[in-house]
């Protein structure tokens, strides 16, 4: 790990070399805690993830639109006997002007895939592995883009089998209607060289929805939309493929910070070659197993300032004729001029403790 932050400083020294150029530099940490109370569901295990990620970045920019950006981010999850669990490395290119947003390297997902649903990715996926390693690009923006994305996941060899994903989504806005899309492939290939031990795997999903959405930036938040969910999941080797639709339905409404967001899906049971290939193949959420499942978010926003932000969560699942519960507590706090937050910050009267 000590060679990697080495190549980084010496990277970020060259770039500082001109004058024309401005430093920036960020520093933070991500604090989770996911209490999953699933002990009697046959999709999903119970259990307790806790981790802390400490973030050290530094950036470099010229001519206001061109930013490259090195650091490290690393891993400690209370109960384990390591000083650091897991390391990552952030390295990329931004390019980002009122019209094109362009990354190209290992970047935060939450940055540019925010409007994904976790019906593609579920909790867990975004705290362990916050990276992609890839390319994102982006046309317009707020209400109104599109946008394309590739995210290499695994690099074959002998012991390893070559994985990636591609995506596309956007969404366009009149007022307070809206439609929108979100859409992934994820591609599970064999090992280098190929030893006949693996075939090839593919899953392809796609939401496309309408509804109404309205969020002036102050208080009230409120949206509703209705939409269908499709795919494909075929296993080339077993000559195996399944072609899942459904009805989704999303209910969202907030109030100071206070609100809920709710999830619907009612269709063809989905990730059919689960018990095969497990979390390996399939990065959503695993209740959508079953032919009904509605996920329900209830929360609340305890800090929502320009520089942390602590949310609390309680989450029902309702699946296979069950309930099945869920709490988390998620803290974000970043200090440093690289990344400018997306969203205003809200105060709400609560909050005045923290203060």
């Not at 930036?217 to 077993?238: H, I, Q, T, Y």
């Not at 969202?252 to 009612?266: K, W």
């Not at 269709?267 to 070659?273: E, S, Y």
């Not at 942390?308 to 004729?321: A, D, I, V």
Request: one cysteine or more; hydrophobic letters at 40%; charged letters at 20%.
């Amino acid at each position: 790990m000590g060679s990697r932050i080495w190549c980084i400083v010496v990277l970020l020294l060259i770039a500082v070399a001109s004058p024309a150029q401005e430093f920036r530099w960020s520093a933070g940490m991500d604090y989770f805690f996911d209490n999953m109370e699933y002990k009697a569901s046959p999709y999903a295990d119970a259990r307790t993830l806790q981790g802390i990620w400490l973030n050290a970045l530094g950036g470099v920019t010229w001519d206001s639109t061109h930013t490259l950006v090195a650091g490290v981010n690393l891993l400690k999850m209370p109960g384990m006997h390591r000083a650091v669990d897991k390391s990552e490395v952030t390295l990329f290119y931004r390019f980002e002007n009122d019209r094109v947003h362009f990354r190209a390297g290992a970047f935060p997902r939450r940055e540019v895939l925010s409007n994904y649903s976790d019906f593609f990715f579920r909790d867990s996926v975004n705290q362990h592995m916050p990276l992609m390693q890839g390319l994102f690009w982006q046309l317009g923006k707020d209400d109104n883009f599109f946008n394309a994305w590739m995210d290499w996941t695994g690099y074959s060899h002998a012991e390893a089998r070559e994985s990636f994903f591609l995506g596309f989504s956007g969404k366009a806005s009149r007022g307070i209607l809206f439609t929108d899309f979100q859409s992934t492939l994820f591609h599970l290939a064999g090992n280098y060289p190929n030893d006949g031990r693996y075939g090839v795997s593919e899953v392809i999903q796609g939401i496309l929805s309408a509804g109404l959405e309205y969020d002036p930036g102050n208080r009230f938040r409120g949206m509703v939309s209705a939409g269908l969910f499709a795919g494909v999941e075929r296993d080339r080797k077993a000559d195996k493929t399944y072609r899942p639709i459904g009805f989704t339905a999303r209910f969202h409404a907030g109030y100071m910070g206070v609100g809920t967001d709710n999830n619907l899906y009612l269709g063809d049971p989905r990730m059919r070659l689960f018990p095969e290939y497990g979390g390996e193949l399939y990065r959503g959420t695993p209740f959508l197993r079953g032919s009904h499942y509605l996920q329900s978010r209830w929360y609340v926003s305890l800090i929502d300032s320009d520089r942390s932000r602590l949310r609390l969560n309680c989450n029902l699942h309702l699946s296979g004729g069950e309930l099945f519960f869920q709490q988390t507590l998620t803290l974000t706090v970043a200090v440093g001029n690289l990344m400018t937050r997306q969203q205003p910050a809200r105060k709400f009267p609560w909050m005045q403790i923290f203060q």
